[in-house]
C-alpha cells in the first residue's frame, strides 16, 4: 500500500474515533449523567487527541501536496514522451514494433500516474475538509458537528443545577444560531422570557 494512503486512512480512523468521543461525552453531559468537571476532565484528553490528528494531518497534506507536484510533472514529461513517439511513428522515423512498445509503456505510466494522482487529490480534499470540521466548526461542510461545538464553546450554566435538560440545551444551541447575544438568565440559571 502506498504510504501515503497507509497515513491518510489511519488519521481518518482515529479522527472519526475521537469526533464518537467528544460526542458521547457532550451527550453525557447533556442529559446530566455526569458533571461539567467530569466532562472538562475527559474533554482536555480528547481535545489532546483531535490536536495531534490535526499536526499529523497538516504534515501529511503537506507531504501529499509534494507527491501531487511530483506527480503532474512525470505525467508531463511522459506525456511529452507519447507526443514524441507519435510524431516519430507519423514521420516513419521509428519502426512499428518500437512504436507499439513503447506507446504501450508510456500509455500504461501515464494511467498509473493519473490514477494515483486522482486517489491523492481526492485524499487532499477529504483532509482539508476534516481539518475544516476542527478548526472552522461554523463551515455549512461540518453542519453535523455544529451544535456539539456550540457546547462545547459556551459556558454551560444550565446544569449546575439539580435540572439538566436537554430540551433547555436545544433552544439555548438553537437561540445560539439565531444571535450571538445570550438569553437573559435568572441566578438560578433559569432562562427568562423575552
Known amino acids: 500500500m502506498i504510504s501515503w494512503k497507509h497515513s491518510y486512512e489511519n488519521l ?7 469526533m464518537k468521543k467528544r460526542e458521547a461525552l457532550g451527550n453525557l453531559l447533556n442529559t446530566g449523567r455526569i458533571s461539567q468537571a467530569t466532562y472538562d476532565l475527559f474533554n482536555i484528553e480528547i481535545e489532546e487527541a483531535l490536536t495531534d490528528v490535526e499536526r499529523r494531518q497538516r504534515a ?11 506527480l503532474e510533472e512525470q505525467i508531463k514529461t511522459l506525456e511529452i514522451l507519447l507526443a514524441n513517439f507519435e510524431i516519430q511513428h507519423v514521420t516513419d522515423e521509428i519502426d512499428e514494433e518500437t512504436y507499439q512498445r513503447e506507446v504501450n509503456i508510456l500509455a500504461m505510466g501515464l494511467e498509473t500516474s493519473r490514477t494515483e494522482l486522482d486517489s491523492i487529490k ?5 483532509l482539508a475538509n476534516a481539518n475544516a470540521f476542527i478548526a472552522h466548526d461554523d463551515e455549512p ?15 454551560h450554566i444550565e446544569f449546575e ?6 430540551t433547555k440545551t436545544q433552544k439555548a444551541a438553537e437561540g445560539a444560531e439565531a444571535s450571538t447575544s445570550p438569553e437573559p438568565q435568572t441566578e438560578s440559571g433559569e432562562k427568562t422570557a423575552a
Not at 161 to 166: D, Q, R
Request: aromatic share 4%.
Open 122 to 126: 481526492q485524499a487532499a480534499d477529504q
Open 161 to 166: 443545577g439539580n435540572e439538566a435538560s436537554s
Open 141 to 155: 461542510q461540518a453542519t453535523f458537528v455544529e451544535p456539539l461545538e456550540e457546547k462545547l464553546q459556551k459556558p
Open 12 to 18: 481518518s480512523e482515529e479522527y472519526g474515533i475521537a
Open 60 to 70: 501529511l497534506s503537506q507531504k501529499m501536496n509534494v507527491k501531487m507536484v511530483d
